[in-house]
Structure formats: C-alpha cells, structure tokens
C-alpha cells in the first residue's frame, strides 16, 4: 500500500514538473508513414513539379527499403491545380481524415503558404522544395517547415551579382502578379540597389499569360540594359520565346535574364535562343557522379532529366526519412527536431544545414547556359561559372523578420 501510494506520489511529481508531458511518443503513429505529393499534375508547372515530383520520391522511399521502424511508407499525390485553395482543402483532409505524416512539393508560393498555415495548425511537417517565397522563412515562418530550396532572396542575390559583374547595372523586371513574382522582384530590386544599379522599372502578368508582347514591349522602352522575367515555368517559356520573336536574346545592347529556371525550359526554348543565360540553380544533373548517377535513374523513369525541385524532393524525403529512423519516431515535434541537427549532405544537398527559421542553407551554382557547339549530349546544358556557399548566398539570419529567430 505504502509502496503504491509513494509510487503514486512520484508519477504525479514527475508529471507535474513537465517530464513526462516532455517525452516525445515512441515509435510510428498508425503503423504507417504517409507523405503526400501534392503539386501541379498538368498546368503550366507540371514539368517542375507533376509527375516528376511523385517519381522522385518514390525513388527516395525504394531507396530507403519501403520501410522505416519496421512500418511501410505509403505515397499519395493530388493537383492542386495552382490554386491555394484547392491545396489547402486537400491539405486538410490529408492531415485531418487521411493521416498523411508530411506534404512535399507544392510548386507555387501562394498554394505553399497556404498549406504551411495548415501544417503549423495541425502540427504536421511541411517539406517545402518547391515554393520560392521568401515569406516561407520570414514573417509567415512555421517551426513544422522546411524551405528546401533556394528562395527568391538568394535566387536574386546569385543571378544579380553575377551580371551585375558584367556591366548590367539598370534593369526592368517582368513578373508574375502573385505572391512568388511579386517577392522576387523586391528581392531583385533590393540587390540591385545595394550594388549601385538601377531598377527602371516594372510589370506584372497573370498566371498562364501566353502574349508578352506589350509587357516586353514597356521592357524594351524604359532603355533597361537587363530584362529580367521574374516568373517560372510555363510562363518563362513564353517569356523567352517571346524574347526572341522580338530580337532580344541574352546578348546584346539589351538582354534578358530568367531569375527562376529549370532545366526543362532550356529544353523546351532550345540552346539557339537561350545559350550565353546566366542562372542559378541547386542542382544540375550533369554536376559530377552524384548528380548523374540520380539524374541518369530518374530519365529511366521519366523521360527527361531532373529538376532542381525534383532533386529536391528526393532529398528532403530522404532526410526526413532518415531523421524518423534516428528520432525513434514519426511524431513531428521530434522529427522536426532531429532534422535541425541534421547535417545536410547529397546530391542536393551540399554542406546544408537548417536554420532556425526552417530555411536549408546548402551550396547554390551559378551556370551558364551552352551553345549548341559546347553541348555535347543530350540534356547537356550548363557550365559552372561559381560555387556560392549557403551562408553567402542566403538572406543573413540576423537580418530575418522570422518570428522563431531569437535575435531577429
């Protein structure tokens, strides 16, 4: 009786002291790891995102046995058409009826942030890889997410500086009117400026727009040396075959410049159009044998070589695979805490690590895009100009509106 009464008292101390509420739940919730692909499946992002998100981590869940803590590792997937709401409806009912562990992908700023709010309610973690937003890890940051790829900060940072050495110090930037577009062309405008150059002007377009004729046109007017297109996707396609049709190239007394590409636009514009284009990217296939040994994998699957965001995808499903297995658990908290003392090191991944504000500081590449002489084979496309290490390429963390960063 004493025994049980002192016990008892014991259970109730330790309790109260927050030493129990503190231990995190051991091992798999429901006996299964979900992680829902949720991005564009046939819209104008469906090559950066679609189908090639979904291989990509299915990739990454064979390559790591089907299975973690002994429970099996289920993927499902779904369009969000490009629309926030949509994503965050699906969001919802992953999380809440689905039981869906994390989401990846979600190719576009707007549909991200809406389904990171979501995560942060429910506590479930979010692997942002495809949203840019600089938002993500600033005043809209959640402590269940990590921005997994290069945003629009460094993005603009990389690209700026590299033609601003170039002599291209006055700029007009072409947009897309949402959240990604709109971010990135402050984010080019604030480079710009601290480097002594000159942002003309600026315009913005809908999402799908198919005639760039009166925005290249304004471009073309305000005597810019740089016409930058602050837009991804099917939209930057466009964009530079509309370039083209109106004799700007990336050369010359005017020239344009893509702040956010993918290496499947340079293959659907074509080297004649696009060759001499400085860009950034986190990754490209052709790098060394990391990179082609997956990339060589995913065109087996896909038929065309990898993005960065499907790169990044594989990663990050990796990675948070990877920190289930060490934490012992799928609880989110746990995980999400395992993941901040990963050191992030892949063929995605180079020296990464993540921040506080659940942004992943890793290596990012400045390339330069071939001509049709230099390139050699198919999908060969780029040549390295700079290595940019994370901590010169990404926004200082004492300089975050983040509310999770102490010192911000």
């Known amino acids: 009786m004493l025994r049980s009464m002192l016990a008892a008292t014991a259970l109730a101390a330790l309790s109260s002291s927050g030493v ?47 299975n973690v803590l002994g429970k099996p590792i289920e993927i ?51 692997l942002a890889t495809n949203g840019a937003t600089a938002e993500i890890n600033g005043a809209r940051c959640s402590p269940y997410v990590l921005q997994y790829r290069s945003d629009t900060y460094a993005m603009a940072k990389a690209t700026a500086e590299g033609i601003l050495a170039q002599g291209g110090d006055t700029w007009f930037i072409i947009g897309a ?45 305000s005597g810019a040396k740089i016409i930058a297109f602050a837009n991804a996707g099917g939209d930057m396609i466009n964009s530079l075959k509309s370039s083209a049709e109106f004799g700007l190239t990336v050369s010359g007394k005017q020239r344009v410049t893509g702040l956010l590409v993918f290496i499947t636009d340079m293959h659907a514009v ?10 950034e990217s986190d990754f490209y296939w052709d790098l060394d044998d990391r990179t082609r040994a997956f990339g060589e994998r995913f065109f087996k ?33 746990a995980v999400m805490a395992q993941l901040r003392k990963t050191k992030f090191e892949d063929m995605y991944a180079r020296n990464g690590y993540l921040r506080e504000d659940g942004l992943l500081i890793h290596d990012l590449f400045l390339f330069q895009v071939k001509s049709p002489a230099e390139s050699t084979k198919p999908w060969d496309y780029y040549k390295l100009l700079n290595v940019i290490p994370g901590d010169k390429a990404f926004r200082p963390l004492a300089e975050s509106a983040c509310p999770l960063v102490k010192n911000g």
Do not use: C
Not at 101 to 107: C, K, P, Q, W, Y
């Open 20 to 66: 129990l509420a503190q231990s995190a739940p051991a091992g798999i919730s429901d006996d299964l790891v979900k992680i829902g692909v949720l991005g564009d499946m046939s819209g104008i992002y469906a090559d950066v995102s679609g189908r090639g998100a979904v291989e990509a981590v299915r990739m990454a869940v064979e390559d790591f046995g089907g």
């Open 76 to 126: 499902v997937s779904a369009d969000h058409q490009n629309k926030p709401d949509i994503a965050a409806t699906i969001a919802r009912r992953w999380y809440d009826v689905e039981k869906v562990d994390t989401i990846t992908d979600i190719v576009g700023s707007a549909s991200s942030l809406a389904v990171i709010a979501i995560g942060q309610e429910r506590k479930r973690i979010v």
């Open 177 to 221: 009117d949402y959240t990604f577009g709109r971010t990135l062309a402050k984010d080019i405008s604030d480079v710009v400026g601290k480097a002594g150059g000159k942002v003309l002007g600026s315009v913005f377009h809908p999402l799908g727009t198919t005639d760039y004729s009166s925005y290249i046109l304004q471009a073309q007017a």
């Open 270 to 279: 074509g080297l004649p159009t696009v060759q001499g284009l400085i860009l």
């Open 301 to 333: 699957r896909v038929g065309k070589m990898p993005t960065m965001v499907h790169a990044a995808n594989y990663s990050a499903v990796s990675n948070y695979l990877k920190a289930i297995e060490v934490a012992g658990t799928d609880d989110a908290d």
